[in-house]
């Protein structure tokens, strides 16, 4: 899809200045040049929350770092992205995915990130998937630690050049849009969905299965987490999608490929898309973060 129709649509921007008059379109050819050209070939990224209708408070925490440098030192386009929905009595939810939030983050910077700034870079590596494995098991233990009876999901992706490395624990989802495909690339670790998976459940059963969110593995529920990790190439000319289950629990997946692909750019993708799940009813927090992946 032609980047200029998904930042602009197809008659360029438009809007009205700050004390109400109206300006014509610029032209199409002069925004080419004047706005395509630095965006050419870059990842794009927007993100979006809501507490929802029916909740007083937010419980979900997400974080996005997005990053590149060019020049006699080109590093490749990096970035980190997570989202965590909290559990928990007595906003124990909210505080659990903060930390864990922050604990992968802190780790994931320090050692992966920051090593592609530094002048003299570590020569002894980890690889990817132990670091990611890593910082989610540190960010239990600092849940466990530090809110008894807290818990939280957690899917965090680590974008280095021409890869990207997830961590996944609960029903958060990653999905990979394209205009014609809609695909979880994640694994709901809930008991529904464990069902379906041995059969014992259809899917149009566990979509409205009163114990659809009870989960069996969590941030926080225990000092052994299992967590899945896994490495996959960018997605080219497509989306990678992140959002707690108070957008796809109640927005199906065929609706949230339309709303990602008709929008005009990540960040207006990510507003539909909450108002999407509040229209529906809102009946709990709601986080998106969509990160589009060019071509080439």
Known sequence: MDLFKRIFGKKGPAGSSPDGVKT???????????????LQGKVIVGLAQSTGI????????????????????????????????????????????????????RRLCEDSILQLLAIDPLT???????????????????????????????????????QVTVGHVGDSRAYVLKD???????????????????GQLRPEEAEVHPQRNVLYRAIGQGANLEVDVFTLPIPRDA????????LWGVVPDQEIRRIVTLAQNPQVACEHLIDAANAA????????????????
Do not use: W
């Open 54 to 105: 029916e909740r007083t408070h937010n419980e979900d925490s997400l974080f996005v770092l997005q990053g590149t440098a060019a020049g006699l030192d080109t590093l490749p386009e990096f970035g980190l992205y997570i989202v965590a929905d909290g559990m928990g009595g007595h906003r124990s939810g909210e505080v659990a995915s903060s930390v864990s939030v922050r604990a992968v983050a």
């Open 124 to 162: 002894d590596v980890v690889p990817l998937q132990d670091l990611m494995r890593t910082a989610l098991e540190e960010a239990n233990q600092a849940v466990v630690d530090r809110v008894p009876g807290g818990g939280t999901t957690l899917t965090a992706v680590l974008h280095l050049g021409h």
């Open 239 to 246: 989306f990678l999608l992140l959002c707690s289950d108070g």
């Open 180 to 198: 014609t495909e809609v695909r979880t690339i994640t694994r709901d670790h809930s008991l529904v969905k464990r069902l379906e998976e041995l």
């Open 24 to 38: 014509a379109p610029l032209d199409p050819s002069t925004v080419a040049r004047t706005l395509l050209k630095p």
């Open 281 to 296: 009813g809102g009946p709990d927090n709601i986080s998106a973060v969509l990160i589009y992946f060019p071509a080439e």
